[in-house]
């Protein structure tokens, strides 16, 4: 449930805008002047903040200045009935959400709070999902089987060298892991490596990710942020699911591309950067250009080598090994001894579909060491897996 603090110094404002809020099953905390504000923001966490521009003791954009310091993220929604244009402009660039004249107007105030928390939910999830940036030891890829062999194989051929790498194969097949083994195997081994899941940022935030952006340039966009493109500088930039960005934002790659430069959304100064790019899809890429949908000529600046990573129905044979390793890992982190898997067990895995492939086994091997004895029996697969 979201949580509204609403800063006026007229107690009618305060209690007419509590009593609309609440209705609408929000929690709501009044704040007569600024320096109370400033307490109450300091020991609580808000989603939205309303907020005075003129009030006594502390002026509403000294007191936005706080709000913001404190969390870039929060929406602030400025309010006044002696505001002006040039009011109005000051606060929305200092970072304000929005801005409402007095008397406010129910309807325009609910759809703008309802606004201001749809936008920062994306935010943070967009946070939350979008880039994980790693130096750290990588885990090695498992398997023997021929088809895995291949894969290693490639990487090993590819690594040491710049060329960008088109990775294509089922989900849970580990794409991700091939691109951190090209990282780390290559010279910029000491530099970042830098995910992006294409499929996980909005639509509307994905260009803002990639290049970052300039203050000023949206209405969230409060101070400067480097995208991706720079926070990968020396390193390697990893476009997971790039066959779900959009066509907008795969023309602006695709001239990051041929150029070696940026631009930030919202700036206009041209930025060169040293990145290699390397990107994966589930999609079928060749179904998606012959439909339009993905750009000819990005795919031909993408796929200098390409590598199909096999799905697990296709490696059979790593089974025992994969499960070893799981039960390893599994085991480090519940604290806890590593299962016996019994022949029968793993022979009983070895005939299972696996349309998850690594991920879905991964999960089945957790599952059976939660729920099985120390030894897990074929009886364990029956009984707990479903095929």
């Given amino acids: 449930m979201a949580k509204i603090l609403v800063v006026d110094d007229e107690q009618s404002i305060r209690s007419t805008l509590k009593e609309v809020l609440e209705y609408e099953g929000y929690v709501v905390e009044e704040a007569a002047d600024g320096p109370e504000a400033k307490t109450k923001i300091e020991k609580e966490s808000y989603d939205v903040v309303l907020c005075d521009i003129k009030m006594p003791k502390m002026d509403g954009l000294e ?4 709000i913001l310091e404190k969390d870039p993220d929060i929406p602030v929604i400025m309010i006044s009935g002696h505001g002006t244009i040039e009011t109005a402009v000051d ?16 309807h325009r105030l609910l759809i703008t709070v309802r606004n201001a928390l749809d936008r920062k939910n994306l935010v943070k999830t967009a946070t939350i999902l979008k880039t994980k940036v790693s130096k750290g030891k990588e885990s090695p890829i498992i398997g023997e089987s021929r088809a ?7 990487i090993e051929k590819v690594a040491p060298t710049d060329a960008r790498v088109l990775i294509l194969g089922p989900n849970g097949t580990g794409k991700e892991l091939v691109a951190r083994q090209i990282h780390a195997l290559s010279a910029r081994a000491k530099g970042p490596f830098v995910e992006v899941n294409c499929a996980a940022i909005p639509a509307d935030l ?3 990710e990639l290049f970052g952006h300039e203050k000023g340039a949206f209405t969230s966009a409060i101070k400067q942020r480097k995208g991706c493109f720079e926070q990968a ?13 959009s066509l907008a934002a795969q023309a602006k790659v695709l001239r990051a591309l041929q150029e070696n430069k940026i631009t930030r959304v919202g700036g206009e100064k041209e930025i060169p950067v040293n990145v290699r790019v390397i990107a994966a899809t589930n999609k079928d890429i060749d179904k998606m250009r012959e439909e339009g949908t993905f750009r000819e000529d990005l795919y ?27 039960n390893n890992v599994i085991a480090s982190e519940y604290g806890i001894k590593p299962k ?18 690594i991920r879905e086994l991964r999960n089945v091997v957790e599952r059976l060491m939660i729920l ?15 095929s």
Wanted: hydrophobic share 40%; net charge negative.
């Fill in 91 to 106: 606060a929305i660039k200092k970072g304000a959400y929005d801005y409402i004249s007095k008397p406010p107007d129910i």
């Fill in 372 to 386: 099985c004895d120390q030894n897990v029996t074929k009886k364990d697969i029956e009984k707990y897996v479903k």
């Fill in 63 to 66: 007191l936005l200045d706080i």
């Fill in 340 to 357: 016996n898997f019994e022949k029968d067990a793993i022979e009983a895995l070895k005939k299972l579909p696996w349309p998850g492939n």
């Fill in 233 to 245: 500088e020396n390193g390697t930039l990893f476009l997971d699911e790039i066959g779900d960005m």
């Fill in 300 to 326: 031909h600046r993408l796929n200098v080598i390409t590598i199909h990573v096999p799905p697990l129905k296709d490696r059979i044979e790593d089974i025992p090994l994969l499960v070893e390793h799981f």
């Fill in 206 to 208: 994905i260009e803002s």
């Fill in 148 to 154: 895995i062999k291949e894969v290693k194989a490639m």
